[in-house]
């Protein structure tokens, strides 16, 4: 049973130009987070999605930053226009029921974003 | 506002030593989920335990074990007879019941550096 995937595992890009991040949840979840690692940091949430709804955006940067889980594929974060403070790692996590109950995130690798 | 506090942020112990890493969480829930996550070298998280806050009673794991203490809001983490390949970042993390449900509160983090 693989486990969450993302891709690419490191990303290089120029300031002002867009990155995309996906995320393949771990078979039979339906849940998926993001969450950001600045360097010696702690995660912090960005934005929580079901299949074609997103659920809860409270993390998100208000400017730039847009996430999607569509009906087929992976999830998708988005950021347009990056600047070096964007340079993180991000993770996705996967989970089977959602809010409540014994639920538990299960996180992929994580992208490593680097902006020059 | 849920938080979570790792106030040690570096440790360092020779291999076989014990080693406790300290946990201490905010929160208005009645109910709520605790949780530990190592991040080795390599960069991915790795889920430990979770534990529900209507269950004290403490776990062990083979060298690891877990003392969860309401009255202190804190949820300890212990490794006995440290080895080399323990050596990551652990993090605690808190995820409520009511109040933003689905998101994992981070703790910053604690290294542990187990040197031969």
């Known amino acids: 049973n693989a486990g969450v995937m993302q891709n690419p595992r490191h990303l290089v890009r120029r300031r002002g130009q867009e990155a995309r991040l996906r995320c393949s949840p771990m078979k039979g979840h339906s849940h998926v987070y993001w969450y950001r690692q600045l360097p010696e940091e702690g995660l912090k949430f960005m934005v929580y999605?079901?299949?074609?709804?997103?659920?809860?955006e409270s993390g998100m940067p208000k400017e730039r930053f847009s996430a999607e889980f569509p009906k087929e594929g992976p999830s998708i974060l988005r950021i347009q226009q990056v600047v070096r403070g964007d340079s993180a790692a991000y993770f996705c996590a996967s989970s089977p029921f959602g809010a409540g109950g014994t639920d538990t995130q299960y996180f992929g690798p994580g992208t490593r974003l680097t902006v020059l | 506002a849920q938080k979570v506090t790792q106030a040690q942020t570096e440790i360092s112990v020779v291999e076989k030593e014990d080693v406790t890493l300290d946990c201490v969480y905010e929160?208005?829930?009645?109910?709520?989920?605790l949780f530990w996550y190592k991040q080795p070298p390599s960069g991915e998280l790795v889920f430990l335990i979770r534990?529900?806050?209507?269950?004290?009673q403490n776990e062990i794991s083979g060298r690891y074990s877990w003392n969860f203490q309401k009255s202190t809001s804190s949820f300890n983490f212990t490794i006995t007879a440290s080895q080399v390949v323990d050596s990551a970042v652990y993090f605690c993390?808190?995820?409520?019941?009511?109040?933003?449900?689905?998101?994992?509160?981070f703790g910053q983090g604690t290294r542990l550096t187990i040197n031969p």
């Open positions: 534990r529900n806050s209507f269950d004290e």
């Open positions: 993390a808190l995820r409520g019941e009511i109040q933003g449900a689905q998101k994992l509160v």
């Open positions: 929160t208005r829930d009645t109910t709520y989920y």
């Open positions: 999605l079901q299949k074609e709804n997103i659920i809860d």
